[in-house]
């Protein structure tokens, strides 16, 4: 483990949860006292200051990334070179740049990657992407993922150096691939119109922004990203089809309500703000956020020599989809997103979705009516006109 942080305890807590039998051996961390303290916390075999050290230690199978945005590539360049399958926190870099260098570096020494990104393996995550594949929802038209909370924990985060940015960085890599899971990986990612400001805090960087992601098979992938939220993290996903909807609360509504004068004044859930009055824990929050099932994947394909749900290759799109909505934000334009190695479907013609009624019409409407008719509204193919008859 690199990293002895907050997400490095999330880890831990998930990988050594309940029965699970893959354990942590190792942890780096740049302070000595934090090292001890995440070794004894989780009665590891050793701990060390020195990165290198911990990577090539032969008792190391796996490194486990979770150290902050500007060292992700360090860590992944050191674990390529030592021939070690890693697994990376989300971002995977703070650009596309640095994402294509940790690619290619996995990718030209031979060793297994995998992309952390939790929020795609929630329970209710899964099952909604699988209903999407098997077609309930028909042609997906829109998605729109929402990550909102006020602000996160570290100081690191908030320095743009560090970071590569605020919350389109932090939070929108997690809804740009929630999008791009719904509408199909497949698809082309091409444009990006973005607004982002720093509206409360007094850095560099924004701390909300709202964008669209056109993909080539026409679909919108929305995300509405924002460090300003009050009341918790939110965490909602929606998805529209042709033939279906979700929507996905993922955080803040799980089915959970309580009510406290705060008497016992306990932790409650990631970023909630208040422990007292009504409240809206979450029962396993590990669970919850996805990761004993991101683990599962990566592991179960590090055995098996398949690659996970998601990959490293995942995380440099994310990157470059990020990078055309800063670019975006400023020129208040639509932006290409720059991939120089784009591995899926070549953007072609969507062609035509219409619905025939039949061979002179398509159908553009069918209602039933309060007095009981079923109306349709039709267009004749060749003339265009648009007219009305009761079924
Ligand atoms: N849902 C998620 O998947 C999720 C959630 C939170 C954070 N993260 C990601 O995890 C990574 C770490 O975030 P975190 O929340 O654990 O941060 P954190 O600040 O809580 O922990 C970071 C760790 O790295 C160490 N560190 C800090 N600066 C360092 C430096 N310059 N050199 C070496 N070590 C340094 C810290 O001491 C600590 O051990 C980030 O990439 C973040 O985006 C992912």
Redesign the pocket.
Known sequence: ML??????R?YADSLHAQRRVDRIHRVY???LA?AKRFCEDYQLDGYTDNMEEAINHPDTDVVLI???????LEAVLASAKAGKPVLC???LGRNAEEAKAMLDAVESAGVFAGY????CYTPKFLKAVKSVEQGNLGRILWTKSREAHPG???D??WNKE?SGGGAII?LGC?CVEISRNFIGKQHKPMEVMCWADTQVHPIDAEDHAIGLVRFANGAIGQFEVSWTFRGGMDLRDEVMGTEGTIWLNSFLRTGFEMFTTGLGASYVAEKSESNSGWLFPVGDEAHE?GYPHMFTDMFDALEKGTEPRETFYDGYVVNAILDAAFLSAKSKQWEPVLLEDWRGEAPGNAGSHFREHDADHWLIKQEILPNGDVKLILKNKLTGAITQQLQ
Do not use: C, V, Y
């Open positions: 990293g002895s942080g907050f997400i490095a999330f961390s740049r302070t934090n979770a150290l902050p945005n500007h060292q992700h926190t989300k971002p952390l990104e939790d929020l996160p924990h570290s690191w985060f560090f932090d997690h956020l």
